[in-house]
Structures are given as structure tokens and as C-alpha cells.
């Protein structure tokens, strides 16, 4: 095949027909020859994406690779609309030379959220000419027709003229003839009917439809800016109950917005009238007019005015709300490339989404760039916390995101445009399995994908499935086996940010942590054998236990500088033995002394070069392991610093460190099935317990406040072990 795709979840393959999801399949250049996607010219770097219908097609030459799309995993169009307004600003952003601080101001959250939640102008034009609608609907004007019917006599009221004429050649139609005339059982008469299918009656009747369609949207937005109104407001029972360090977050980010309880009001105010109004409207439906008028009679978006619409009181308001409408743009049909183009830019920009993120995640861990006034547009940055490093870079030949660094574990993120929540239990099955089986080896993956604009989406899943959908690699590994790992993010959901936070801090947090305790090369210096208490001597090798203090620092530079000395003497002392010798041999003395001291002199040098070298080796790894030491004395939550003799405690490969200020503990511990080390941090008290067990409660607690999960039975707090997957929970409910 000469048409290839790179399937972003793993490496460049040839196009297959079949079910796709959006955002997963990005094409590449194969053999010569233009390439078409769903008839339209196609280049390297785009994205596969539906039709209108949901289908798809690629095109080079006589081969041709066909599919579908699932309509279930297609956004709702709030989410669509807030995506690509966020993504469009932060991709011109890039591309026009923007910095890290410039990417900070912009806000993760759904735009104009306060616009959105009020009471919009045409809604307030709607709310007053409502009436004027409702009374063309019950008194509608209607045009007279007029036909001539054959009927029974007792219901006949008015006669044609010719009447008589019919009557007397149709004798069919007599009860009974008498002598001067006949008494009638059937005549002509005339039937007054009103007409209510006409053009001005049509425009009331659809702009009711359209207007019940429109209500239902805003209805939708409105609650969903309620629910995200009322959880940052502290309302929400999650909210209130979580972490008072991710309420803090939370609060500060949407401080940056606008006041949530203010929002809050203003939304429900909005979210009653516009109730009330869909309800009046809805109500509509039942009326004379609406019941007259076919479904199937359409009019154009472009009104027609005419004498009624013009000059009737009530019609004259009918038109001026069909215009207000239509200058919406609610039901623009989209042409095909427009569709194309569409689809395009929304997967770019839930690419662009997730680099926000990212950005605003490691700014709360409390990552900076090394270079503030670097350009994005290269498409990477160096970012530092403490001792680690790390290098953020995103590729525009697929907008995956990579971490890594020194002191932190490689991360990929791979944003999928794709509603995978509303996928079918089977569908999401197979794509868990492909994920899984492009997962790359010695490189954490997550897949960002768009929260369900339903708060119950996850509830009509299976729960293993529902469970995975939410959880990070590390939260759902087996023996052996690390798989990939799904968090939902949008711009409607406030706890986007926390959620990749989480995943940053696991992957620049826990290696340091299970790096605990660093070991160096221990060198020949009799003082390391004197009992230093942050210190301990295994072998060959010391054993860096806690931070020093001051007063217990190893003078390392002293012996650095005292090797270098040392050399710089034995150099200078051969340098003169060597002017001796040449003396010697031009006055022809003895020179065997001489020689033997210069000899004596050189391997005295190489020794003290290689002294100094390892001295200087064991400097740099002493600083090194210090660092990293002295990182995990900074508390997690509140980035007080923890006491190196009171506070930080060792436990051989284990240590645990508690913050004096707000007692948050954290550190590693044994897991007691595999053995190996579990990274840990427990906030104080139990209150973010309160949830534990249900489904997505790790971010409605605890957000980024975690490592490890916790796991709570009664009073006992155990943690799933990220390597094996063991869950304290079980042995405990067992016992």
C-alpha cells in the first residue's frame, strides 16, 4: 500500500479500513501521487477525520481505504465551540513567538464563562415578544376557502347557485318528490373552511421549533456552567469535602477568572428564566396553529416579508424574533470542506488544550523555565525544580508531548480528540487493547481525551472500564505490565489542571523518592570512617542517609584543593629535578640520583592526577546525592522546609519526612507482596477519606496531593503498589 498513517498511540503503518477514532490517525507521505481525504486534497500532518455522515476515505491513485467514525465518540457542540476558541488562541500564541509567562495568562477554563452564564440579548428580546408569539399561535389569521360540497340537507347552511340545477338533474338525491316540488336528501352547498397553511403561519409555527431547539442548548450550556460554577464556589459536595490544599488551587485558578459565587447566582437566575421560557414556548406545540400546520412545511432561513408580517401587530414581532434568530447562525449548514476544515483545527486545538495544561500543571509543582524569555515557537522548554531537570518538548508531526530529564521518568502524552467515555463497552475495550500494546517500554504514556459533558457518562460503563478511564499508568499496573494510562480533560471541567498535575508530580516526583538513599563511590579519605550521622559507609560506597546540616557538610572542596596543591607541588618539584638533570648532563655530572627522583616524581604525579580526579568525582557526586537529599525535605502541599534532624526520619532503603507546618507525611515504604519501594504522601487527618473507593475519587479529594493512592478500610491507610498492583484494601478486608 502506498497510503500510510501514523497512529499516534503507536509508530507509522499502512491505512486499514475500519472503525477510527478522531485525533488517533495522522496521514504521511508515502508514494508519489496526490493524496484525497474524504475528497479533498490531503497533506502530510493532517489528521484523519469524518465526513458529515461519519465516514471517511483516502484516495491516491486507484487505492482507496475506507471507514467510519462511531457517532458516539463526537463532541457535544459546547465542547467543540470552547476547545477551538482556547486552542486557536494559545496555537497563534506559538506561532507568533509567545513565552512561557505569555502561555500562563491565558486560562485553561471554558472562555467568557461569565458572558455565558447571563441572560443573553436575544433571549431578553425573546422573553419580551414571547406573548406576541403565543397569541399568533392561539388567534392566528387565516385565508377563507370556499368549496362546494354535495351534503345532507340537515347540514347544509348556504347554497350555490347553482343548486337547483343539480338538484333537479340528480334524482338520486330526492327523499321524495311532492306535487309543485321535491323534498331534498342531498344538495349543493357552500363550505367556509379556514386556511391555516400559509406562509406568515409557517414562520410562527417553525420558529416555535426553532426556538425549543435553540432554549434546550442554552439550557444544556447553563447547567453545565452551574455544575463547574458551583463546584469552584465550594458547593459541591466534592469540593467541600476534598483536600483543602486543592480547594485552595481550584480557588486561585478560578479567581483568575471571575468570582465563582457571584457566577454561581447570576447562572441560576439565567437557568430559571430560561426554564420558564422554554417551558412557555414548548407549550406552544399544543396549540391550534401548531397542530394545523405540517411538519413537513419548511421555510428558508431568509424571511420573506410580507403585507401580514409587515403591518399585523402581533406577526410584526413573530418576524422581528425570526430575524434575531437567524442572525444566530443556529442552523447554518456546514459545507464539506467547511466540515473538513472544522474537524481539522478542532483536533490542533485539543492539542494546543493539552500543552496548556501541561504548562499550568507544572507551574503549580513549581517547575520554572531555565530561560523565561525563550520562545515557545521552538517547540520546547528547560524547566527546573531543585535538583531535577526536565526538557518539555511538543512535535507538530503528531502533537504528542514528551517530559524527560535527569531525576525524572520519561513521560509521553498523546491528546485524543475523541469522546472515548460514550464509546460501547466493546469499542472501548479494543482501544484500552491497542493503547496497551503500543505502550513503549521504559516511558510512561497518558492519554488526555475529552471530559463527557454529562456528570453520569462514566455510570453507563462497566466499572473495570469506568475505573480505567481515570487512572494514571502507575494506578492500574500489574506484575510485569504497565499500562497506559486516560485522564478527561476540558475546558468545562474545573479539575483539569489538578489531574495533570498528578501525573507530573509522579513523574518528577517518584524517582526521586525511590532513588532514596543515593549512593556514591566512597574515596580514600580516613575522615569518612569518623561517624557522620547523614552518612553511612557500605563497602566501597557511602550511603547519603538525610541532608547535613552546616557544621556536618564533608569539606570536599578542602580536599579537592588539597590534592590540587599537592599536584601543583609534585609538578613544580619535577620541573626543577628536570632543570637539575639537563644541568648535570651539560656540566657531564652523575645523573643517576637525578633520574630516579624524576622517575619517583612522575609516578607520584599520575597518582595524585587520578587522587584528584576521583576527589573531584566524588565532589560532583556528593553534591548531586546532597540535592537530592535535600529536595525531599520540601513538603509537598506547602513547600515548607522540613528539618533535616527533627523531621526527616531514615528506614534503611526507606525514609519518612512530616511537615511541621501543616503535618502532611510523605516518603516510601515496602510493598508487602513484591517488596519494592511504594512512593507515598498522606495529607494529615482522615477527612479526605470520606469518598475513597468510589469511582474518580482520587481527583475530586485529592487532585494533585497524591502519589501512591491510598487506600482506606476503616483506620487502617494502606497504598496500591505501583508495580504490582497490590491493593492493601483486599488484605484488609480479608482479615
Known sequence: MSIRVHDRLGAIDEARSGAALLGRFVVREGAPGELFMNSLPAHDGMFLVPESAGRWHLLRGSERVEGTFARAQ?????????????????????????????????????PGMSNRAEFQPFEQLLKE?????????RKPRTHLRVEVERMAVSR????????????????EDWERPTLRSVVPKRILATVREDQFDIYENRVAVRLVDHLVVYLRRRVHEVTRLLRVFAEAAGNHLAAAAGSHWRQGRIY???????????????????????????????????????????????????????????DDAHYQRVAELWLEWARLGQERAVRPRAYFEEMQDLCRSFDSFALLLTLRALDQLGFEPTNLERSLSDREAEVRHGSRVARLSWAMADGAISLHGEGVEPLRIVPLCSSLAALDDEQLRGVLADADAHAGTGTTTVILYPSPSEAAAFEHLAPDL???????????????????????????????????????????????????????????LPELSRGDTWLEVAGNQLRIVHAPLENDAVPAKRFVDDAAAQLKRLEEERESVSLKLREAVRDRGATGVVNARKKELNAEITDAEKRLEALRRFERDLAKAVGVVDDLLGCPTCNTRADARRDF????????CTCSDCSTTWGTIACGRCSNSIPVLRLHGLAWTTLVGEPGWVDRMLGADVLAVPWVVGTEVGFVCPSCGNCPGDALTAA
Open 74 to 110: 463526537m463532541l457535544d457542540p459546547l465542547d467543540v465551540a470552547s476547545i477551538r476558541t482556547v486552542g486557536r488562541s494559545l496555537g497563534e500564541l506559538v506561532n507568533q513567538g509567545g513565552t512561557w509567562l505569555d502561555m500562563l495568562d491565558v486560562s485553561p477554563l471554558v
Open 156 to 171: 347544509a347552511r348556504r347554497f350555490p347557485a347553482q343548486a337547483a340545477n343539480y338538484l333537479a338533474a340528480h334524482t
Open 129 to 137: 415578544n414571547v406573548g406576541h408569539l403565543a397569541e399568533v399561535c
Open 649 to 656: 526520619k531514615s528506614m534503611g532503603q526507606h525514609f519518612s
Open 252 to 310: 486561585k485558578l478560578w479567581g483568575e477568572t471571575l468570582d465563582a459565587s457571584e457566577a454561581k447566582r447570576k447562572a441560576e437566575r439565567t437557568l430559571a428564566q430560561l426554564k420558564h421560557l422554554l417551558f412557555t414556548i414548548s407549550g406552544l406545540k399544543d396549540s391550534v396553529l401548531y397542530r394545523e400546520v405540517p411538519r413537513r412545511a419548511t421555510v428558508g432561513t431568509t424571511l420573506t416579508m410580507t403585507n401580514i408580517l409587515s
Open 466 to 524: 469506568a475505573l480505567r478511564l481515570r487512572s494514571l499508568a502507575h494506578e492500574v499496573s500489574k506484575v510485569g505490565r504497565r499500562p497506559v494510562g486516560f485522564l478527561p480533560v476540558s475546558p468545562w471541567d474545573i479539575g483539569s489542571v489538578e489531574r495533570m498535575a498528578r501525573q507530573l508530580r509522579w513523574v518528577t516526583t517518584a524517582p526521586t523518592f525511590l532513588a532514596y538513599p543515593p549512593m556514591i563511590a566512597r574515596p580514600d
